[in-house]
């Protein structure tokens, strides 16, 4: 009888082995590319979504008071917006600020106050309005202004790009 024993293959291959690791590796590449933008785009949507709150709290205030709009500053945002311990913050942590766009020349969405908003974190929480002002998607811009108007325009730089603009 012959005595020569069969081995058996047990266990992977080199090949095998570094195969999975480089699928794997891909994956993970992948979840950390996508990762970053996706965060990216959940921030703008609250952001979108604060805009549209604020939209409906002035609208609500006008509604009440015979169409006159409130003095948005950080006492309005106090009494209205953050009542019952609601925040009303930038997803980056910093409280939001109006700035008044004063004047009656037009201010395009491409304006450095719309476009440099992340630089520091302080930028990143500044809501712009103008009163009397309009949304004008055609031209990319917020136009008119008139302090003796009862609407506004509200616009935010959106982190992902472009701005969120509501009239109220």
Do not use: H, W
Not at 79 to 85: K, P, S, V
Not at 95 to 118: E, I, K, M, P, S
Not at 126 to 140: E, N
Request: charged share 20%; aromatic share 8%.
């Amino acid at each position: 009888m012959n005595n020569v024993r069969k081995q058996k293959d047990e266990g992977f291959t080199i090949i095998e082995v570094v195969l999975v690791l480089a699928i794997a590796a891909l994956i993970m590449l992948m979840v950390f590319i996508a990762l970053p933008a996706l965060q990216r785009n959940q921030r703008d949507t609250t952001r979108k979504n604060d805009i549209s709150r604020l939209q409906s709290t002035v609208n609500n205030y006008k509604s009440t008071n015979r169409g006159s709009l409130p003095t948005l500053n950080a006492a309005f945002i106090t009494a209205y917006m953050q009542r019952d311990g609601d925040q009303f913050a930038d997803p980056a942590g910093e409280d939001y600020t109006l700035v008044n766009l004063t004047g009656t020349g037009n201010v395009a969405f491409t304006d450095a106050r719309f476009t440099d908003t992340y630089s520091t974190p302080s930028n990143a929480a500044r809501i712009f309005y103008r009163v009397g002002g309009k949304c004008d998607f055609a031209s990319s811009q917020i136009t008119g202004g008139s302090a003796t108007a009862r609407k506004v325009a509200i616009a935010k730089g959106l982190e992902g790009g472009g701005v969120q603009c509501v009239e109220a």
